[in-house]
C-alpha cells in the first residue's frame, strides 16, 4: 500500500484525483492507495444528506458521494482518502467504518489523546465531543472519501453549521483537547503508520 502526503491542496484537484484512482484500483492498474492532505477552507456534504445548508457561508459547499452530512475542512486539519480493494481486504462497508476508527483511535494515542468510537455515531470522540469525521463511498468494491482528523483546525467554521447534524459546538481537536498545537507533521506520520499497519504495507 502506498501512502501518499500531499501536503495543502484545494478540495476540488484532490477530489478529482480520487476518482481517477478509484478507476485505475477498480481495473487494477495500482495498489492500495491512501492520499494524505490538508485543504483550504471548505465545506462537503454527502450526496444523499437531507441536512439544510445554511445560507451565506463564507466558503464554498461541495455535495459530493460519501456518506454523511454537511461538515467543514480546512487547514489544521488531516484529511485521509484511502483508494482501497476493500474485497480484498475482506472487508465490508461498514466493518471498514470500524477500521478506520481503530486506525485513527491508535493513531492519536502516542500525542496523549484518549479517543474512542461512541456507540450510534461513525467517527473519533473524546467524551461527548467529535475529534475526527468519516463518511466514505464505495465504487466496484473500491473505497473512496475517507477521513477528517481535527488538529490544529480553527473550530469557528464548525460553529456556523450543525456538523454532521451535531450541535454546532460539538467538535473538538487535539489542540484542544491537548491545552497546545500538535506537531502536525508528526500526526500524519503516524496516521500513515497506522493505516500502514492495520490495511498491510505490502498490498
Known amino acids: 500500500m502506498l501512502v501518499r502526503d500531499l501536503g495543502l491542496k484545494e478540495y476540488d484537484e484532490v477530489w478529482d484525483l480520487q476518482r481517477r484512482l478509484v478507476f485505475e484500483r477498480g481495473s487494477g492498474e495500482i495498489s492500495d492507495t491512501v492520499l494524505l492532505c490538508q485543504h483550504r477552507p471548505v ?3 454527502g450526496r ?3 441536512q439544510a445548508v445554511p445560507k ?3 466558503y464554498p459547499v461541495r455535495k459530493v458521494e460519501r456518506g454523511g452530512d454537511l461538515t467543514f475542512h480546512g487547514p489544521g486539519q488531516l484529511v485521509g482518502y484511502p483508494i482501497l480493494k476493500l474485497t480484498d481486504l475482506g472487508l465490508k462497508p461498514r466493518s471498514y467504518l470500524r477500521a ?3 486506525v485513527l483511535i491508535e493513531a492519536v494515542k502516542p500525542f496523549g489523546v484518549e479517543a474512542s468510537a461512541l456507540a450510534g455515531f461513525t467517527g473519533l470522540w473524546v ?3 467529535k475529534l475526527a469525521s468519516i463518511g466514505v463511498a464505495v465504487r466496484g468494491g473500491v473505497s473512496y472519501h475517507g477521513f477528517a482528523l481535527n488538529m490544529n483546525v480553527a473550530l469557528a467554521p464548525f460553529r456556523l453549521i450543525h456538523p454532521c447534524r451535531l450541535e454546532s459546538d460539538s467538535m473538538t481537536t487535539m489542540h484542544e483537547v491537548l491545552g497546545k498545537p500538535v506537531d502536525e507533521h508528526a500526526v500524519t506520520k503516524s496516521v500513515g503508520h497506522a493505516l500502514l499497519r492495520y490495511f498491510g504495507g505490502s498490498k
Open 43 to 45: 465545506y462537503t456534504i
Open 48 to 50: 444523499s444528506s437531507k
Open 56 to 58: 451565506g457561508l463564507p
Open 100 to 102: 478506520l476508527e481503530a
Open 127 to 129: 467524551g461527548r465531543r
